[in-house]
């Protein structure tokens, strides 16, 4: 039997004792009898050998008026349905598997304090609550904490009935919709969605009673000195009266290498020098056992604990990354920490050692712990079996710019680093993940210079990434980035550094400047591979999804795969990488294993892809930039003044695209791969062209292939006739036309609207309709069936303000994205114009930013704007999709060297990352690889 098949029987036991929790009272004490799930030690790294578990079958209430105070449900003496603990209330082994939002609910059983256990603290530990908890004695409140990332415990000895059975009872209050908790990856809407799980609510970690004598140790803050080959021990005592002492002994298997003692007092310590130290790392993961012994004044041991500690150093020289003075280049995985089965509980202890088990056979030596604290246990096997991690808060799903989410994050992450401080395998710190909400009086970005500034005062061994990916508020010891451009050679221009210094990020115009830190990518890839697992999904398989378009093949995902792994291993400023990620998660399908942890791929070409030598990767990666070299392109792709371009592809085959008459008349171009353009000539002639605004020209052109021919919608107007602007309509045969006017659909003062023009048809639902506007306010109505006119009684109506133009909806994934084009257009070097974009439901809104914020009240999102090449970029064309899957976005652009050539036809990749739309670096390119048609 593998070790796999005997991970899930286990899981398969548990999931029976879920079961037989819920059957009849003689059952469920004969199954009580038989296992306690997650009974090992939850705290290894700090061990007594006589505590009592608590996990297992407790009684339970929901709470949903949150009214249990008034009904006086704190002196329960238990409720009438039944959960297994340690498993939180969503999840199949807690027997309940309730996953709508569970605001409240009440939780209790009873336990037995022995008589011998009297003069002593009786600590009560929680290994995590989500989120806000109360916990009650015999019917008394002993404590309050928030947070659901955080164990906390408490002294409950003056409270408990000794030799006999007491009343424990937990109240717990969670509300991850009120964005003022961190929440993590939970999901603020009723089911999971995109990178949103599952809620975790109430108890989710070990609950257990430990007995600990008057003056025993609360805690050993341990903290290693490579360079003088010596560990400093900072030991807190519960009391202190001047007759204990502490005693310490370090071995070496059964060698003994250091022992000393201490006064126990508020202000000792120990330095244990250590001859011919031995260190931890990934390949040598060596652990010094650790005693502790508190004695009183007769010599007698009052207070016993058993550790260990790793001698490890982590530290940054210039952009490299060092772990015990060497250079290390660290290979990380993004590791989320979910089960089907238990959420953010592993159903058993010999699930987490196989975790990072299945992570190193992949070829990685270690892991970026995302949007969760993971249980202490984890952490001891990371510290076993040798793998670095990078410690996270699970930030998201709270307002950064809200103080009192910010209060709320602090306390909690403050708690966190102190608990798992001595772990030898955590080598950085992260507390914030993607911030991707703009500042709102500079609230965000104190918070994350904060959390830089806490960090570092609560530990000084270990840099602080102050935030993964998202906006960089300014301090940082490593500044990650976030990438999952697909495409190998656009990954390396992307990532490559350039002559002036300055390295790939993500929002420039949001994220203070990169100074020259470590540079890091710690989340690429996310290469969807589908594969039929034995747990239950969550979604149907149309809400399975991965970035990029889909690998048709096995062999196409690894080489893909290892192209992308290559150009990162290649680029010498990248001191290492995160890639996304180790398992399958919910409705993300692109994990190298899957969710119930089996096999997707070949495992032994997997581990050769992630541990390649890097000047092997860099052999490699030149050989492709040669091979791709003669398919690049630049921009611009037309050298010719082409405004406000539409593009259709026709059934030849081919692209048609027409721009605003700067050519008189409205030209038409014609291409193959949307790169290489070749002039037909006009739509209209000086008889045909379209006359109903007197010395009008024609703006903005829409092209449309609808009902079997060509329908092209058109702006008439004179520079500043606002009112005495209007769209008009011509259609075609052939999209190189020619043309026949149908004169104006409508004109401004007709309407009342103010500067009709820039218009964009849709259909949608099956009816046709037309947008609209610039700068007044845009418009949308629906068009009769043959899309020639305005629907009779239909009645304009408003989908975003007035700071923008250039009206163009792109539909995808069940969302309608709105963009648009803000500033000014036509004033050459000088011109403000970008790109902006907001979404929605509803084809008709109401469109927001990602915060939330309408378009109607002038707030978007920004995804191109002016670079030092080109400026006033806008007026996108429509998206069009290669073979590869990926999107492409033709827009005008001014050289910023050459204004005079006019607004040039420029083309971009549009990438997609959370729902939302992006180009690199949110500028024009200069030179990118082209579509594949």
């Not at 939002?101 to 603290?121: G, S």
């Amino acid at each position: 039997m593998t070790s796999l098949t005997k991970q899930f029987f286990s899981m398969a036991l548990l999931l029976c004792l879920a079961q037989l929790a819920l059957a009849s009272s003689a059952s469920r004490q004969a199954a009580s009898q038989v296992i306690i799930p997650r009974a090992e030690y939850p705290r290894p790294q700090f061990e007594r050998s006589e505590w009592q578990c608590l996990n297992g079958e407790w009684s339970y209430l929901f709470d949903f008026g949150q009214s249990g105070m008034e009904r006086g449900l704190e002196k329960s003496r238990g409720f009438d349905e039944h959960i297994v603990v340690p498993f939180c209330v969503e999840s199949p082994l807690s027997g309940v598997g309730r996953k709508d939002f569970n605001n409240a609910l009440w939780y209790h059983r009873t336990f037995n304090v022995p008589e011998a256990w009297r003069d002593k603290h009786v600590m009560l530990r929680f290994g995590g609550v989500d989120y806000h908890s109360q916990i009650f004695i015999n019917g008394q409140r002993v404590f309050e904490h928030y947070g659901g990332a955080a164990s906390f415990s408490v002294d409950i000895a003056r409270y408990v009935r000794f030799g006999a059975d007491n009343n424990l009872v937990v109240y717990v209050e969670d509300d991850v919709r009120s964005q003022l908790q961190p929440g993590g990856k939970q999901s603020r809407q009723l089911n999971s969605y995109a990178c949103f799980y599952t809620r975790v609510t109430g108890i989710w970690s070990t609950v257990w009673l430990e007995p600990i004598a008057k003056g025993g140790l609360k805690k050993v803050r341990v903290t290693p000195d490579l360079d003088n080959s010596q560990f400093v021990l900072e030991p807190e005592f519960f009391e202190t009266d001047g007759a204990h002492a502490l005693s310490v002994i370090i071995k070496d298997g059964k060698k003994t290498v250091w022992r000393g003692e201490t006064r126990a007092s508020g202000s000792a310590s120990l330095t244990a020098h250590i001859n011919n130290v031995k260190t931890w790392s990934p390949e040598h993961p060596f652990l010094y056992d650790v005693e502790y012994a508190v004695k009183d004044s007769n010599g007698k041991v009052v207070d016993q604990v058993k550790s260990y500690v790793g001698m490890r150093k982590a530290e940054l020289r210039g952009r490299t990354f060092y772990l015990n003075n060497e250079p290390y280049y660290q290979r990380l995985v993004l590791d989320q920490g979910y089960y089907p089965d238990g959420q953010w509980t592993a159903p058993t202890d010999e699930q987490l050692r196989r975790d990072i088990e299945l992570a190193k056979e992949a070829g990685f030596n270690g892991a970026r712990l995302h949007q969760k604290v993971f249980e202490q246990r984890y952490f001891y096997w990371a510290d076993r079996l040798g793998y670095i991690v990078w410690g996270e808060s699970p930030s998201w799903e709270m307002d950064w710019t809200n103080p009192v989410a910010g209060r709320n994050m602090i306390t909690e992450w403050e708690e966190c680093i102190e608990r798992d401080y001595n772990e030898p395998c955590i080598v950085a710190w992260s507390p914030l993940n993607e911030t991707w909400i703009p500042d709102r009086d500079r609230q965000r970005a104190r918070l994350t210079n904060d959390l830089y500034f806490i960090t570092h005062r609560l530990d000084r061994t270990r840099p602080v990434v102050s935030t993964s990916g998202g906006y960089h508020a300014g301090f940082t010891d490593i500044y990650a980035e976030h990438t999952y451009e697909q495409d190998p050679v656009r990954l390396y221009d992307q990532l490559r550094e350039k002559e002036d210094g300055s390295v790939y990020v993500q929002h420039p115009h949001e994220s203070a400047p990169y100074k020259g830190e470590a540079y890091m990518i710690d989340e690429f890839g996310g290469i969807r591979w589908v594969q039929k697992m034995n747990a239950q999904e969550v979604a149907p398989e149309g809400q399975f999804w991965g970035y990029g378009k889909d690998p048709e093949s096995l062999e196409e995902f690894y080489r893909r795969l290892e192209d992308q792994v290559n150009v990162i291993l290649s680029i010498d400023h990248i001191c290492g990488f995160c890639y996304t990620q180790i398992v399958d998660v919910e409705l993300e399908k692109n994990g190298i294993y899957t969710y119930d942890r089996q096999q997707k791929f070949d495992m032994g070409r997997i581990r050769k892809i992630f541990s390649k030598d890097r000047q092997q990767a860099k052999q490699e990666v030149e050989r492709m930039l040669k091979a791709n070299e003669a398919q690049a392109y630049a921009n611009p792709v037309v050298d010719l003044s082409l405004p406000d371009p539409t593009v259709v592809k026709a059934p030849d085959g081919h692209f048609y695209l027409y721009a605003t008459e700067n050519t008189r008349n409205l030209p038409i171009y014609r291409s193959d791969n949307l790169v290489d353009w070749t002039f037909l000539g006009t739509a209209f002639t000086d008889k045909t062209r379209p006359n109903f605004v007197k010395k009008g020209g024609i703006w903005a052109p829409d092209i449309n292939y609808v009902d079997g021919r060509y329908v092209m919608y058109y702006a008439m107007s004179t520079w500043g006739g606002e009112w005495e602007c209007g769209i008009g309509v011509a259609t075609a045969d052939r999209p190189e036309g020619p043309f026949t006017d149908h004169g104006k659909l409508f004109i401004s003062k007709e309407i009342d609207i103010q500067n009709c023009i820039d218009p964009f048809y849709i259909e949608d639902g099956g009816r046709k309709y037309l947008f609209w506007g610039s700068f007044h306010g845009i418009y949308g109505a629906e068009l009769t069936d043959d899309g020639l006119k305005l629907k009779e009684g239909t009645k304009p109506e408003r989908v975003a303000g007035d700071f923008m133009e250039a009206a163009y909806i792109h539909k995808r994934d069940g969302h309608y994205y709105l963009f648009g084009s803000e500033g000014r257009c036509c004033e050459g070097a000088k011109s403000t114009y970008r790109v902006t974009v907001g979404r929605s439901d509803n084809l008709f809104g109401p469109y927001v930013d990602k915060q939330g914020q309408r378009l109607l009240d002038n707030h978007f999102e920004v995804i191109l704007h002016s670079n030092d090449k080109f400026v006033g970029p806008g007026h996108n064309s429509e998206i069009v999709t290669d073979k590869n899957g990926t999107d492409w976005m033709l827009y005008h652009s001014y050289l910023r060297s050459k204004p005079e050539d006019g607004r040039l036809l420029l083309l971009d990749e549009v990438k997609w990352h959370d729902g939302w739309p992006h180009i690199v670096g949110d500028v024009p390119s200069a030179k990118s690889k082209a579509p594949v048609f």
